[in-house]
């Protein structure tokens, strides 16, 4: 989107699982769309391996540029697990054993079930406030504009839900989508072009499919003024008709 | 994994639409598992809107770290798909029309259909070779160590294959799956964190899963020292019995 209100935001998603191939990521499509829905816009994602100096280099990159940063994975009790750790280098504060947290682990494992594995759960960079969600008893945390949620999905949308009404939200974007068979968008391409340069403040994108054997296109037209995003779905929807084809327009993606 | 032997690169995810939610990126799992299997680390992954300077930034941060980069998005014939012309600044050459890809879309869609749009599709940077495969007319194209793909699943896993040859390979990973329900993984992350030290060239991660409500856990041992790994795995099955739990064993994810 294209607005000087709109708060931005970055996903740092840390895994190796994810960068092997043994895991698809889950989370990067949900944290889209909720930011999406919050006026907020995710405007890069990376995704890091499982080694300190990685993150901290990622984290102090994103956390400069962007208004908040969302990272994914790697809190818990293993020794892979060194995302908090990373931050509390990345803002230059050591790590602390948060006392609430403690507690929390204490009412879920029992006091007598405390390992230091468990322990390790309540780390968390001076300065940090817990995020705790009903997903699990080992909280997440917020420092500054970071925020640090768990890799498993559940547990992510969780922590993520947990802190929304904390996050600054920007103005609403208004989707509509038109949609068509057998057009390739090479038939209307240069008049989406001249139509897109028209509407500088509307995202217009163009995305084709290809599903046995038939091909399908959707354009998806975002913006602030409903109105504007309106006028030119109706517009994309005349090049289509031009072409013989009959579109088909609706709300949202 | 931990070899100076090993080949590395990045993926570049170019795309409004993934960073907007409305597309759950497919691409990163199945390049991951293919460098994977080519004993090449996916050491990262950014996505970026389809913006040029984004793009440029981002090509020539990658570019510059990894053996490969390989992107994804923004090729084709409208407005939004400005990766080729991206990819010519950040190398600081004119992007080119290459007379083989004229020669395919015209076979493709007949040289009376071909309009401006259509032309734009074999615009690439000065120097780069094509990508072709049999999934598209439309080419991808390869400039030094960036290797530029279609957005589209189908698409990008038949140029990936194309250019797999290509790719210089690293040695092979082993991998073994220790897999077992009900066991929280805070019950052996000590004694994981004891040996995973004791074993610097092997990679354990440790993922826990919650599903209907019941716990399960997965501990990956990855490594290019086969009898290395299976002694680990052996090991880390060791204790999970310790805990009375009976734990599964088996070759890869």
Redesign the interface.
Same mark, same amino acid.
Request: net charge negative.
């Given at each position: 989107m294209s607005s000087s209100t709109r708060p931005t935001a970055a996903a740092l998603?840390i895994?190796?699982?994810?960068?092997?191939?043994?895991?698809?990521?889950e989370n990067?499509? #949900?944290?889209?769309?909720?930011?999406?829905e919050m006026g907020i816009?995710?405007?890069? #994602?990376?995704? #890091? =391996?499982?080694v300190e100096a990685?993150i901290v280099e990622a984290l102090n990159a994103l956390r400069r540029t962007y208004t908040y940063v969302l990272t994914t994975g790697g809190i818990? =009790?293993?020794?892979? $697990?060194i995302t908090m750790a990373a931050t509390a280098k990345a803002f230059g504060v050591p790590l602390v054993e948060d006392p609430q947290a403690i507690s929390a682990l204490e009412a879920y494992?029992t006091p007598a079930a405390m390992? =230091?594995?468990?322990r390790?759960?309540a780390l968390v960079p001076q300065g940090a406030r817990l995020v705790e969600c009903a997903?699990t008893a080992a909280p997440g945390a917020c420092i500054e504009n970071v925020f640090i949620f768990a890799g #498993?999905p559940?547990?992510m949308e969780s922590m993520l839900d947990a802190i929304a009404d904390a996050l600054a939200r920007g103005p609403q974007t208004y989707?509509h989508t038109v949609s068509c068979s057998g057009l390739p968008?090479?038939?209307i391409? $240069?008049e989406?072009?001249a139509l897109?340069?028209r509407v500088p403040m509307i995202?217009?994108?163009?995305?084709?499919?290809?599903e046995a054997g038939k091909i399908g296109l959707s354009l998806?037209v975002?913006g602030e003024d409903a109105v504007k995003v309106k006028e030119a779905a109706e517009a994309i929807s005349e090049l289509i008709r031009a072409q013989g084809v009959e579109p088909e327009i609706r709300e949202g993606?």
């Open positions: 998603i895994g190796n699982e994810i960068l092997s191939g043994r895991t698809a990521d990067i499509v #949900v944290i889209a769309r909720k930011l999406s816009d995710l405007s890069e #994602v990376r995704v #890091v =391996p499982d990685r818990g =009790p293993t020794h892979d $697990d494992f390992n =230091p594995a468990r390790r759960m997903a #498993v559940e547990i989707v968008e090479s038939m391409a $240069d989406l072009t897109a340069s995202d217009i994108g163009s995305y084709p499919t290809f998806v975002r993606y």
